[in-house]
């Protein structure tokens, strides 16, 4: 099978234990602090041992800063795809886009049954599955009604929304042929476990999701493959930690596997996997890839990253290498205030692009996936400054308007000492702090040069945060007594020119780098 060349991520399962809740968000915690990419608690909304999924993953949430939370996976007959959608899509905005959504066709069928949830044959599950996906993606495209008349999920004229904060992935826990099948034809990542589906049959469920993605029109490297781990006697890894790296990246070269999830409570290993086990496989792949080397220790060629796609089928990653076709937003370069917070002629660059190189489909993604983030900002955005007019013009009085900036998920910066925050200013605020901890330190490792560029965005964040600073003090001062309209108007004409003069300086230089290196998260 083929490496799809997708970034690694390495993370957890968690088991939130009804009598020690505590242990779970300490051990997230513990992995937020330790560097890895994503924390996940599994969904067994009838085993009364244990707490609800979607409880957990938004304490989770709330209590880290940096990790990506999902459901491992979120059982479809006791969680209506409906409201799935909008739990994923609301906890995604105040995380400032750090949630994934892992689903599974159910399970477990006397239990769900005893809950009240509907039993269905392995066909019926198959086809409520695909509905499902159908549904949660037309509620998270933002305008209109949406009219779904399936056999298992109806929806008649619901109102989309609201879209979450960046493009989630849907990824599909499949075993049988049928659902293997449908997460080629429709999702975003297979997600499966080894006790269920150990490594000798990944190859044959790759093949399976293969042939339908390139059926359904999709790339194979459209859909990212995950991996729950199981170590210890008769489990994969096998053998002490210090031996898993190397047996993880041939999984990475040999089957694509590019996501590993380690199921475990003790923070310690879980630190032990993050310092240890997570650097030395990124290590192997990474040489691996650039000697072009099949295997972590193997010596059989590969095509090289500049050359992926000249003898297989789709290339690396499923499809021939291409022009970069990112695009970066162009500034309109209309300026709403009279105060200025930089000197936009004094912006460095970064070095020269050749114009003629290519680039795997895949590799393009994490800059797409920038500017639809970026976009949701710029969307966002102007929702936000049409409701502060609203109020400015009197369409609204103090209270109509902190409703309506509500809608944007409005929460409270800090809810300890009463700040008020619109959500908006908070997913703003947790992009740039991402960006400055994680995509940035691993562009300036990729490319010295770009140092200068990197430099600049990262000031253009301090200013940012302050001007959120001075709305969210103003937008309080009004709301409680109706003092300081010209500062509200003020502070959102300046955020405005900022934010989005920001957004397409950061598009115009990050987009080619990102598509050469990736993000490193």
């Given at each position: 099978m083929p490496d799809y060349g997708h970034n690694l991520l390495f993370g957890t399962v968690l088991m939130p234990s009804a009598g020690q809740a505590e242990e779970a968000v300490a051990s997230a915690q513990a992995a937020d602090r330790a560097g890895l990419d994503l924390v996940s608690v599994p969904d067994h909304p009838y085993r009364p041992g244990l707490l609800d999924a979607w409880t957990v993953l938004s304490f989770i949430a709330a209590s880290t800063s940096r990790v990506r939370v999902f459901p491992n996976v979120a059982s479809l007959p006791l969680r209506p795809p409906a409201v799935l959608a909008r739990a994923a899509a609301g906890l995604d905005r105040l995380s400032g886009g750090r949630v994934e959504l892992g689903i599974g066709a159910g399970a477990y069928w006397d239990s769900i049954a005893a809950d009240g949830g509907t039993r269905r044959t392995p066909g019926e599950a198959v086809r409520a599955t695909r509905e499902a996906v159908e549904v949660i993606r037309a509620l998270w495209t933002q305008g209109g009604s949406v009219h779904v008349d399936g056999e298992h999920y109806r929806l008649d004229g619901a109102s989309s929304g609201p879209a979450p904060a960046h493009p989630v992935?849907?990824?599909?826990?499949?075993?049988?042929?049928?659902?293997?099948?449908?997460?080629?034809?429709?999702?975003d990542g297979w997600l499966p476990s080894v006790p269920h589906v150990p490594p000798g049959?990944?190859?044959?469920?790759?093949?399976?999701?293969?042939?339908?993605?390139?059926?359904?029109?999709?790339?194979?490297?459209?859909?990212?493959?995950?991996?729950?781990?199981?170590?210890?006697?008769?489990?994969?890894?096998?053998?002490?930690?210090?031996?898993?790296?190397?047996?993880?990246a041939a999984l990475a070269l040999e089957h694509g596997t590019s996501a590993f999830l380690l199921p475990v409570q003790q923070p310690r290993l879980l630190e032990l996997f993050a310092a240890e086990v997570a650097p030395a496989t990124r290590e192997l792949v990474s040489t691996a890839r650039r000697s072009g080397t099949d295997t972590a220790s193997g010596d059989r060629p590969r095509p090289s990253a500049e050359a992926a796609g000249s003898d297989l089928p789709h290339g690396r990653g499923g499809s021939p290498p291409e022009r970069l076709s990112v695009r970066a937003t162009p500034d309109d370069r209309v300026r709403r205030s009279a105060e200025r917070l930089w000197d936009e002629s004094t912006r460095p660059t970064g070095?020269?692009?050749?114009?003629?190189?290519?680039?795997?489909?895949?590799?393009?993604?994490?800059?797409?996936?920038?500017?639809?983030?970026?976009?949701?900002?710029?969307?966002?955005?102007?929702?936000?400054?049409?409701?502060?007019?609203?109020?400015?013009?009197?369409?609204?009085?103090?209270?109509?308007?902190?409703?309506?900036?509500?809608?944007l998920s409005v929460r409270r910066n800090s809810w300890a000492l009463g700040a008020y925050c619109a959500s908006y200013c908070q997913v703003t605020t947790l992009h740039h702090t991402r960006e400055d901890q994680d995509l940035f330190p691993h562009l300036r490792r990729s490319e010295p040069l770009l140092a200068p560029v990197l430099d600049r965005l990262a000031e253009e964040h301090h200013a940012v945060r302050g001007v959120i600073d001075r709305l969210d003090r103003a937008l309080v001062a009004f709301i409680g007594d109706g003092s300081g309209r010209d500062g509200l108007q003020a502070a959102v004409d300046l955020l405005a020119d900022a934010l989005l003069s920001h957004l397409a300086y950061e598009e115009r230089e990050l987009i080619e780098p990102m598509a050469r290196f990736g993000t490193g998260w």
């Open positions: 992935g849907i990824w599909i826990g499949a075993i049988g042929p049928r659902m293997l099948d449908l997460t080629g034809s429709v999702a049959r990944l190859a044959a469920g790759h093949r399976i999701i293969d042939e339908a993605a390139v059926r359904a029109g999709r790339p194979p490297d459209a859909v990212r493959r995950l991996y729950n781990l199981s170590p210890g006697p008769g489990g994969f890894p096998e053998g002490p930690p210090g031996a898993w790296p190397e047996q993880l070095p020269a692009v050749d114009p003629d190189r290519r680039y795997a489909r895949s590799a393009q993604e994490p800059a797409r996936n920038l500017v639809a983030a970026h976009d949701r900002l710029r969307s966002d955005l102007d929702r936000l400054r049409h409701v502060v007019r609203q109020v400015l013009e009197d369409g609204a009085d103090p209270g109509g308007a902190r409703s309506g900036i509500q809608k």
